[in-house]
């Protein structure tokens, strides 16, 4: 093969007329591509991995509600789920809804015949379940704990509302475990886990037919019930 010297030394030609220049652009486009195809993959892989809530976060339920996993809720403010018919149930099957900055998770607005059961509340520092007037609501096997440095919100708080049972409930770390407010009668609560928050149950004078029993009550700062 024969070889010509070309005016500029900074080039060599072959007899096929192929150039330095050329030679490194074939190198350079392949390299290029692998590293824009690079950065799409860590681009993706970023979005992919950020916390997106679930669609049902923040909503208004009306029909029976079964968990399959855990329900995130990460980043949602106000109530994670509003109860908004009565006689349905919201059955966690073991598994949690997790909420760091909601106020509460389930709200049940003048409800009757709501039972939530078999679920945890991760997270919120205000309260677990509120339930807001109405009757006859079931709680049952829910851990509504706080996690934070120190006591805050209401693992249950029912308010104005009567004849409702509270059963087999944990919620440690809690300003008040169970709070029951305004002018509410007939409570069952039994076999909860009332440990270790500022208040455990708090009854009001004046809430007649209320019963207290089958808890296991110790260490809580100021008083059990």
Same mark, same amino acid.
């Given at each position: 093969m024969?070889?010509?010297?070309?005016?500029?030394?900074?080039?060599?030609r072959t007899?096929?007329?192929?150039?330095?220049?050329?030679?490194?652009s074939?190198?350079?486009?392949p390299?290029?591509?692998?590293?824009?195809?690079?950065?799409?993959l860590?681009?993706?892989a970023?979005?992919?991995?950020?916390?997106?809530?679930?669609?049902i976060?923040?909503?208004?339920?009306?029909?029976?509600?079964?968990?399959?996993?855990?329900?995130?809720?990460t980043g949602?403010?106000?109530n994670?789920?509003?109860?908004?018919?009565?006689?349905i149930?919201?059955?966690g099957?073991?598994f949690s809804?997790?909420?760091?900055?909601a106020?509460?998770?389930?709200y049940?607005?003048?409800?009757?015949?709501?039972s939530?059961?078999?679920?945890?509340?991760a997270?919120?520092?205000?309260?677990?379940?509120?339930?807001?007037?109405?009757?006859?609501?079931l709680?049952?096997?829910?851990?509504?704990?706080?996690?934070g440095?120190?006591?805050s919100?209401?693992g249950?708080? $029912? @308010? #104005?509302?009567? /004849? &409702?049972?509270?059963?087999? +409930?944990?919620?440690?770390n809690?300003t008040y475990?169970?709070?029951?407010d305004?002018?509410?009668s007939?409570?069952?609560i039994?076999?909860?886990?009332?440990?270790?928050?500022?208040?455990?149950v708090?009854?009001p004078?004046?809430s007649?037919d209320?019963?207290v029993? $089958? @808890? #296991?009550?110790? /260490? &809580?700062?100021?008083?059990g +019930?």
């Amino acid at each position: 093969m024969n070889f010509k010297i070309s005016d500029s030394p900074s080039r060599i030609r072959t007899d096929g007329h192929t150039s330095k220049n050329k030679m490194a652009s074939w190198f350079a486009k392949p390299i290029l591509a692998l590293v824009l195809f690079a950065l799409l993959l860590y681009h993706g892989a970023s979005i992919s991995s950020a916390a997106v809530p679930d669609p049902i976060c923040g909503t208004t339920i009306t029909a029976d509600l079964t968990l399959a996993a855990n329900l995130d809720c990460t980043g949602v403010p106000g109530n994670i789920l509003t109860v908004g018919a009565d006689d349905i149930t919201i059955d966690g099957q073991g598994f949690s809804i997790l909420a760091d900055v909601a106020a509460t998770m389930f709200y049940l607005p003048n409800r009757t015949g709501v039972s939530v059961i078999n679920i945890g509340l991760a997270g919120t520092p205000t309260h677990g379940i509120l339930v807001s007037g109405g009757s006859g609501n079931l709680i049952t096997d829910v851990v509504a704990s706080w996690s934070g440095p120190s006591y805050s919100g209401n693992g249950v708080y $029912l @308010n #104005h509302s009567s /004849g &409702n049972t509270v059963t087999n +409930v944990t919620a440690n770390n809690r300003t008040y475990d169970i709070r029951i407010d305004g002018a509410s009668s007939d409570y069952t609560i039994r076999c909860g886990s009332i440990r270790d928050n500022n208040y455990g149950v708090y009854v009001p004078t004046g809430s007649p037919d209320t019963s207290v029993n $089958l @808890n #296991h009550i110790e /260490g &809580n700062l100021s008083y059990g +019930v």
